[in-house]
């Protein structure tokens, strides 16, 4: 079974209940824990909001994920189980902008973060097959280690911090 809470209530779903036998008519009741609400915008270094920015919080303690898309003005929420999360703000492919961590954040109240995503590097050129022809469709992504952070996109990497970074193919 599995549980869905529609956008805009503050009410964490249980975790989805494996293996259940159903094997005629039955009732049952799911209990809805109080959430805490992560919300904020998401601007690039300009200032201006970021449209369909991923905006993802992970607690390794709890071993939940939630994430949510940021709208036209760079908005974004999230209703999480209270705890301590790394939330990090992805640009949308194509923009060069970077992502941007906030590591071991508290949210046992409802929160407000702001991310400001600055802008990187591009990465291009050209990925081939051994007969030099181009081969289209491939995905290529660069990592900076240091920063854990990075940037990715089909047959380039956009957002990339100027440095060392592992590119992966």
């Not at 209703?79 to 961590?101: C, E, H, K, M, N």
């Not at 990592?143 to 990075?150: C, I, N, S, T």
Request: a positive charge; proline letters at 8%; zero cysteines.
């Amino acid at each position: 079974l599995s549980v869905r809470v529609p956008p805009g209530v503050a009410f964490v779903p249980p975790k989805d209940v494996r293996d259940y036998k159903l094997t005629g008519d039955q009732t049952y009741d799911v209990k809805l824990d109080q959430g805490k609400v992560l919300s904020g915008r998401v601007t690039d270094h300009e200032g201006k909001p970021v449209l369909r920015a991923n905006v993802n919080a992970f607690s390794q303690q709890l071993n939940l994920s939630s994430g949510a898309q940021t709208d036209s003005t760079g908005r974004y929420r999230i209703v999480l189980t209270p705890g301590a999360y790394d939330i990090t703000a992805f640009p949308p492919q194509g923009t060069a902008l970077l992502s941007v961590r906030a590591e071991k954040t508290n949210v046992f109240a409802d929160v407000t973060l702001d991310f400001k995503l600055e802008k990187g590097a591009s990465l291009t050129g050209l990925v081939s097959g051994p007969d030099r022809q181009p081969v289209p469709n491939v995905n290529v992504s660069a990592y900076d280690p240091r920063l854990k952070v990075g940037g990715g996109a089909r047959a380039g990497a956009d957002g990339v911090n100027p440095g060392t970074a592992y590119i992966r193919v």
